[in-house]
């Protein structure tokens, strides 16, 4: 026998050992590793969204079928490192495909990843295909028929910076769809990752206690349907009838198709099913897609679902329960500035019907867990989709309920600081000393006291000084008050979470002490930086508004309702700038937040302004800053739309336009999300088309590190007022904002 031959005879025999990958969902690496080994995958090799191991073909066909985690099981046939196209293109035609499968089957590529010299996946799907059909034509075949819907194999490739792993797929469509979802649910958990978070809150270990399982926001029912296959021991796969390893050479259909008919038969396991499983939802779509998708799981003897939402919940009594639910964070559903009452309404729920029990919060919005009012001992980090999310594990008993760390009125004494809280209090001394002469000059201003200047405490503390007033501005009080808006900046991973509580706790005593102001007076908050899920988000929504004044110019804020106040005090010198440029002149004001910059112009003199922002809320807040400065002309327009999209449907000149974006925006309501390191060249080249022949377009932002790009300064006349735009209280080595002015070219 030759050695050609003996390869033949290794590659169908059964306990031949084969290299595989097996993909998931990136953050479950460490999850599926350990499911693999329970499936008798030996020595698993934990990457990136995979895990690599080496076994024989029952083993493979095993984890296909009872794998709840995988997205995709890949026979592998090259791992290796890659440096150049050629190399690439080198390592794939030397494979020896036509051993797996014969020209006349139809292919398809699913080319994963881009590097330095792989910029497009269509490129490196190409390069593929080509090294494939230069295999057949060597072997005396025919070129390969692509097929991308409904392929008799499929090629996978993942490409990491310098790392290629090219293998065939077992199993065609994502091991994820198991096959019960019916269309149209809205933002779904996808399956695998709805069971990897039941595994890391160990629901089969409260199935063995005869616990249940609760989801009170049940959406399209995924959670619920996974804890029963689960509970009953049924395999995921038991729906599925189309499987791309029985097309290869080497398929063993005497060893595959009874592994595949234990795996349907497991559904059998549903007769010794005695697990409790509720699911609610306060939305009848959400409850009838449920059913829907439960029907199609065989499962609707077992679940239950109803119609019901989390304030005013009812559960049955159950000694031991396990509740997940997946709310909505901001990103897919809904807005997160509507969603913090949501939180605090299931917190509430969890303390007057889960006592005793074991809950988990799956969230992209890790700060809105604080809504709930109790604290998780433990969390985990995963992704569902691009978005990074949080697994908040919690016990619901007293113990976990968050307390106030202050008292929550009165002054605190000098002599109740610790020594820490003192080392603050002297630089908000010394920080008094140096404005003293700026503050006498503007004595009612608006100012920032500390930004975090001292390592230990990584707070901004701003003082806000103004008088009560209803919603629409009406006074409530004439008494003028100062208020303390303290934002504790999220402590990294290597601060303990009790220390940075204390640490907030210390800065909250010294600003009553320095200040002699109450404590009820002092708002404090958490100001995570954004991850593309974080936009702006409601938190006390009896937080009193207030009057301010800055410029002449009278403004309503509140220190609580939001993470923002209303008024951006660092931009006061851009607002006076504004107002100067706008004089005579028509005025646009892009990303508008509550118009304060277009307040400034109106009262300044421009003769007409547009304001434009997505928000409702800022819109009817723009519109409470009018009234308070009387701007009721029809000259001046408020709009609620997507900036973006209005720039490019509009046909307007303005002579002074300001754009002041956020760092960072990927509301629901966008037709895309901004970056605006990335996007900011492409939002200055919309507006100059819209900025009159001499007139200024002013571009802010508050990224940190932020870098003009170059094309902007070679097509435009730019001028940096970085500096010139920050008062004394801002006058920091780190600019709090960026600005210039451009202008087009003479």
Same mark, same amino acid.
């Given at each position: 026998?030759?050695?050609?031959?003996?390869?033949?005879?290794?590659?169908?025999?059964?306990?031949?050992?084969?290299?595989?990958?097996? $993909?998931?969902?990136?953050?479950?690496?460490?999850?599926?590793?350990?499911?693999?080994?329970?499936?008798?995958?030996?020595?698993?090799?934990?990457?990136?969204?995979?895990?690599?191991?080496?076994?024989?073909?029952?083993?493979?066909?095993?984890?296909?079928?009872?794998?709840?985690?995988?997205?995709?099981?890949?026979?592998?046939?090259?791992?290796?490192?890659?440096?150049?196209?050629?190399?690439?293109?080198? /390592?794939?035609?030397?494979?020896?495909?036509?051993?797996?499968?014969?020209?006349?089957?139809?292919?398809?590529?699913?080319?994963?990843?881009?590097?330095?010299?792989?910029?497009?996946?269509?490129?490196?799907?190409?390069?593929?295909?080509?090294?494939?059909?230069?295999?057949?034509?060597?072997?005396?075949?025919?070129?390969?028929?692509?097929?991308?819907?409904?392929?008799?194999?499929?090629?996978?490739?993942?490409?990491?910076?310098?790392?290629?792993?090219?293998?065939?797929?077992?199993?065609?469509?994502?091991?994820?769809?198991?096959?019960?979802?019916?269309?149209?649910?809205?933002?779904?958990?996808?399956?695998?990752?709805?069971?990897?978070?039941?595994?890391?809150?160990?629901?089969?270990?409260?199935?063995?206690?005869?616990?249940?399982?609760?989801?009170?926001?049940?959406?399209?029912?995924?959670?619920?349907?996974?804890?029963?296959?689960?509970?009953?021991?049924?395999?995921?796969?038991?729906?599925?009838?189309?499987?791309?390893?029985?097309?290869?050479?080497?398929?063993?259909?005497?060893?595959?198709?009874?592994?595949?008919?234990?795996?349907?038969?497991?559904?059998?396991?549903?007769?010794?099913?005695?697990?409790?499983?509720?699911?609610?939802?306060?939305?009848?779509?959400?409850?009838?897609?449920?059913?829907?998708?439960?029907?199609?799981?065989?499962?609707?003897?077992?679940?239950?679902?109803?119609?019901?939402?989390?304030?005013?919940?009812?559960?049955?009594?159950?000694?031991?329960?396990?509740?997940?639910?997946?709310?909505?964070?901001?990103?897919?559903?809904?807005?997160?500035?509507?969603?913090?009452?949501?939180?605090?309404?299931?917190?509430?729920?969890?303390?007057?019907?889960?006592?005793?029990?074991?809950?988990?919060?799956?969230?992209?919005?890790?700060?809105?867990?604080?809504?709930?009012?109790?604290?998780?001992?433990?969390?985990?980090?995963?992704?569902?989709?691009?978005?990074?999310?949080?697994?908040?594990?919690?016990?619901?008993?007293?113990?976990?309920?968050?307390?106030?760390?202050?008292?929550?009125?009165?002054?605190?004494?000098?002599?109740?600081?610790?020594?820490?809280?003192?080392?603050?209090?002297?630089?908000?001394?010394?920080?008094?000393?140096?404005?003293?002469?700026?503050?006498?000059?503007?004595?009612?201003?608006?100012?920032?006291?500390?930004?975090?200047?001292?390592?230990?405490?990584?707070?901004?503390?701003?003082?806000?000084?103004?008088?009560?007033?209803?919603?629409?501005?009406?006074?409530?009080?004439?008494?003028?008050?100062?208020?303390?808006?303290?934002?504790?900046?999220?402590?990294?991973?290597?601060?303990?979470?009790?220390?940075?509580?204390?640490?907030?706790?210390?800065?909250?005593?010294?600003?009553?002490?320095?200040?002699?102001?109450?404590?009820?007076?002092?708002?404090?908050?958490?100001?995570?930086?954004?991850?593309?899920?974080?936009?702006?988000?409601?938190?006390?929504?009896?937080?009193?508004?207030?009057?301010?004044?800055?410029?002449?110019?009278?403004?309503?804020?509140?220190?609580?309702?939001? /993470?923002?106040?209303?008024?951006?005090?660092?931009?006061?010198?851009?607002?006076?700038?504004?107002?100067?440029?706008?004089?005579?002149?028509?005025?646009?004001? /892009?990303?508008?937040?509550?118009?304060?910059? $277009?307040?400034?112009?109106?009262?300044?003199?421009?003769?007409?302004?547009?304001?434009?922002?997505?928000?409702?809320?800022?819109?009817?807040?723009?519109?409470?800053?009018?009234?308070?400065?009387?701007?009721?002309?029809?000259?001046?327009?408020?709009?609620?739309?997507?900036?973006?999209?209005?720039?490019?449907?509009?046909?307007?000149?303005?002579?002074?336009?300001?754009?002041?974006?956020?760092?960072?925006?990927?509301?629901?309501?966008?037709?895309?999300?901004?970056?605006?390191?990335?996007?900011?060249?492409?939002?200055? $080249?919309?507006?100059?088309?819209?900025?009159?022949?001499?007139?200024?377009?002013?571009?802010?932002?508050?990224?940190?590190?932020?870098?003009?790009?170059?094309?902007?300064?070679?097509?435009?006349?730019?001028?940096?007022?970085?500096?010139?735009?920050?008062?004394?209280?801002?006058?920091?080595?780190?600019?709090?904002?960026?600005?210039?002015?451009?202008?087009?070219?003479?």
């Amino acid at each position: 026998m030759n050695r050609a031959e003996k390869k033949e005879t290794d590659l169908n025999d059964p306990h031949t050992e084969h290299r595989f990958m097996v $993909t998931c969902p990136k953050g479950l690496e460490n999850v599926l590793a350990k499911e693999l080994v329970l499936l008798g995958a030996p020595s698993v090799q934990e990457s990136i969204a995979a895990c690599y191991f080496s076994s024989n073909m029952q083993t493979a066909y095993g984890i296909c079928l009872w794998s709840r985690l995988a997205n995709r099981v890949i026979l592998l046939l090259l791992r290796d490192r890659v440096e150049t196209t050629e190399q690439l293109h080198d /390592l794939s035609a030397a494979l020896p495909y036509s051993r797996w499968f014969d020209a006349g089957k139809t292919v398809a590529i699913n080319f994963n990843g881009t590097n330095a010299f792989i910029r497009d996946t269509r490129f490196g799907s190409q390069l593929i295909k080509d090294t494939l059909n230069e295999h057949f034509a060597q072997v005396g075949q025919s070129r390969l028929n692509v097929e991308l819907n409904a392929p008799d194999v499929s090629i996978y490739v993942r490409l990491f910076k310098s790392r290629v792993s090219i293998g065939i797929d077992l199993v065609g469509e994502s091991l994820h769809r198991r096959g019960y979802r019916q269309p149209g649910a809205s933002a779904p958990l996808k399956e695998n990752l709805a069971a990897a978070l039941l595994l890391l809150c160990d629901w089969p270990g409260h199935v063995a206690k005869g616990g249940a399982f609760v989801d009170p926001m049940s959406g399209s029912g995924t959670l619920l349907i996974e804890a029963a296959l689960m509970a009953a021991k049924i395999a995921p796969s038991y729906l599925r009838g189309h499987w791309l390893l029985e097309n290869l050479k080497n398929f063993d259909a005497e060893l595959w198709l009874p592994l595949r008919q234990t795996a349907r038969d497991s559904i059998e396991n549903l007769a010794t099913l005695s697990t409790r499983l509720l699911g609610y939802d306060n939305d009848p779509r959400a409850v009838a897609m449920a059913q829907g998708n439960i029907a199609a799981a065989g499962l609707d003897a077992y679940i239950d679902v109803a119609g019901a939402g989390v304030a005013s919940l009812n559960l049955p009594e159950i000694t031991d329960g396990l509740l997940v639910t997946n709310p909505p964070y901001g990103k897919r559903l809904g807005d997160v500035e509507q969603l913090d009452g949501l939180y605090a309404e299931l917190g509430g729920m969890l303390k007057r019907e889960c006592n005793g029990w074991q809950a988990a919060i799956f969230t992209g919005n890790p700060n809105l867990g604080w809504s709930t009012g109790l604290r998780s001992w433990r969390q985990h980090k995963l992704y569902n989709g691009s978005i990074e999310c949080q697994l908040q594990r919690i016990k619901v008993e007293p113990d976990s309920y968050r307390r106030p760390s202050v008292p929550q009125q009165g002054i605190v004494s000098e002599a109740s600081l610790s020594e820490q809280a003192k080392m603050l209090a002297n630089r908000l001394r010394k920080n008094q000393r140096r404005l003293k002469r700026w503050l006498a000059a503007n004595p009612n201003v608006c100012y920032r006291v500390y930004d975090a200047e001292l390592p230990e405490y990584a707070v901004a503390i701003d003082c806000y000084r103004g008088v009560k007033t209803g919603v629409w501005g009406e006074t409530i009080s004439a008494e003028s008050v100062s208020y303390f808006h303290i934002q504790e900046y999220a402590a990294p991973a290597s601060i303990d979470s009790k220390m940075a509580t204390r640490r907030l706790s210390e800065a909250v005593a010294a600003v009553s002490q320095v200040f002699n102001v109450d404590l009820q007076n002092i708002v404090q908050k958490r100001r995570a930086k954004q991850k593309g899920t974080q936009q702006y988000q409601k938190l006390n929504e009896s937080a009193p508004d207030f009057l301010v004044e800055e410029g002449g110019h009278r403004f309503k804020v509140n220190l609580g309702r939001y /993470l923002d106040t209303g008024l951006f005090l660092d931009h006061r010198r851009v607002r006076a700038l504004v107002a100067d440029s706008a004089r005579g002149g028509r005025f646009l004001n /892009l990303f508008a937040y509550t118009s304060s910059a $277009t307040v400034y112009a109106a009262r300044g003199g421009a003769r007409s302004s547009v304001s434009v922002d997505m928000s409702r809320t800022y819109i009817e807040w723009s519109g409470a800053n009018f009234k308070l400065n009387a701007i009721e002309s029809p000259q001046h327009q408020l709009i609620q739309a997507d900036c973006l999209e209005w720039l490019k449907g509009n046909e307007q000149f303005f002579d002074c336009i300001l754009l002041d974006p956020p760092s960072f925006s990927n509301s629901s309501r966008m037709s895309s999300t901004l970056d605006i390191q990335r996007d900011h060249e492409m939002l200055i $080249t919309l507006c100059m088309p819209r900025l009159a022949e001499h007139g200024d377009l002013y571009f802010s932002n508050n990224k940190r590190g932020f870098k003009l790009a170059p094309a902007v300064a070679e097509r435009y006349s730019v001028e940096d007022l970085t500096h010139a735009t920050h008062d004394p209280d801002f006058n920091r080595p780190r600019p709090v904002h960026y600005c210039w002015r451009i202008k087009h070219r003479e």
